[in-house]
């Protein structure tokens, strides 16, 4: 029998993000996307026609033999009856972040997964672009010396200005550390490694946030989960680092993450994207902006109003399933992805109940992804 040289991609979520994944599955080797569903179905059929896919209802989805791997694009507080559903239907999952909610959630899933012998895997995979693959080499080259501490910063006004429906941002399971803080968490647990404890001290600034783009506009929600956090991250291997998340922040002037080490500071790009520009210093140099790495993930691929940007969505997916394929591990993987889930749900419990919190997961640092292997993972 000849093996497989593709996975096949059923989508569950027609919204936002998943013109993303449809456009950019095909950069990868791996995976086919053949299917997707929504709960409306006007919005599968929608993006079936574009991209050539096969509109289905989710049951039906979930079903089909031919699928092998599910992604999973709803909103937060469905990832985990979705994703479970999948797993119990035989199917591999790759969620969108927070792939679950709570940690109980999480542990679960990965019981139906072991039992089966099927994989998880989730956003984000922005930590294996470029820029931050870059800074990955930096520091296990020992160029800023062993981490120390550091200081990482997403602070915005929030997303009602952009978004036309909001309310899930506000929501519980929504919030800036449940919402971007994957992207930051992951980015740091992939530079220092796993963390062992954390407190935070959090608030709910404005009761309601007011629509400013869509047809809602003028519109307000309620929000139910904190909007602005201050934590401390203590990591395994000893450094401290501070996050500050906030949805109530006009403007500020930090950069999104600094790494102190014993022999130098490094400065990483904002970890929502693939790209940017990574700043390094020895003692008490000035910090110098390195050269871009010729790496093939962090190349331009896009405009977008912050100018040509590199856009690489799906890689994680992309390396899941050649992972299956070539039976290794992935890099998004579960591991990886429920402790860092334990990392934010414990800021939040310590924001509640003003203790430190002792996380109860770890997890080994994801294996880095030079120029040479994402390239051999291009179609």
């Not at 506009?217 to 395994?236: D, K, Y």
């Not at 856009?311 to 402790?339: K, Q, W």
Request: glycine letters at 10%.
């Amino acid at each position: 029998m000849v093996a497989k040289k593709k996975l096949r991609v059923g989508v569950v979520g027609c919204g936002n993000i998943s013109t993303a994944y449809f456009r950019l599955a095909p950069l990868f080797k791996g995976v086919r996307m053949v299917a997707c569903a929504d709960l409306k179905p006007e919005l599968a059929e929608t993006q079936a026609k574009a991209f050539g896919l096969r509109a289905m209802t989710v049951d039906e989805l979930l079903a089909d033999r031919d699928i092998d791997i599910v992604v999973n694009l709803t909103v937060p507080a469905a990832h985990y009856p979705i994703s479970k559903a999948a797993l119990d239907a035989g199917k591999h999952v790759y969620s969108e972040k927070p792939f679950v909610l709570s940690l109980k959630e999480g542990l679960d899933l990965k019981k139906r997964a072991e039992k089966k012998g099927l994989r998880i895997g989730s956003a984000p995979d922005t930590f294996l672009g470029g820029a931050h693959q870059q800074a990955r080499a930096l520091v296990d080259a020992g160029k800023i010396g062993k981490v120390t501490s550091g200081v990482c910063h997403v602070m915005n006004h929030g997303m009602e200005h952009w978004h036309p429906n909001p309310d899930f941002f506000y929501a519980p399971g929504g919030g800036p550390i449940l919402d971007l803080g994957p992207y930051y968490v992951s980015s740091l647990v992939q530079l220092i490694g796993p963390v062992s404890k954390v407190a935070a001290v959090t608030s709910i600034p404005q009761a309601r946030r007011t629509i400013s783009n869509g047809p809602r506009t003028g519109e307000s929600v309620p929000v139910g989960t904190p909007t602005t956090i201050h934590a401390l991250l203590h990591f395994a291997n000893g450094a401290v680092v501070t996050l500050n998340a906030s949805w109530d922040v006009w403007s500020h002037g930090h950069a999104p993450i600094e790494l102190y080490g014993e022999d130098g500071t490094m400065l990483v790009p904002d970890p929502n994207f693939f790209g940017g520009t990574v700043g390094l210093t020895r003692q008490d140099k000035p910090v110098k902006k390195l050269p871009a790495w010729n790496h093939p993930l962090g190349v331009p691929n896009q405009q977008s109003p912050r100018g040509p940007l590199a856009n690489y969505r799906t890689v994680g997916l992309a390396d899941m399933a050649l992972g299956i394929l070539e039976d290794r591990p992935h890099r998004c993987s579960l591991d990886f992805a429920l402790h860092a889930i334990d990392i934010m749900t414990a800021i939040l419990q310590s924001g509640e109940t003003g203790k430190f919190v002792t996380l109860t997961t770890s997890c080994e640092r994801p294996a880095a992804l030079d120029s040479a292997t994402a390239r051999r993972m291009m179609a």
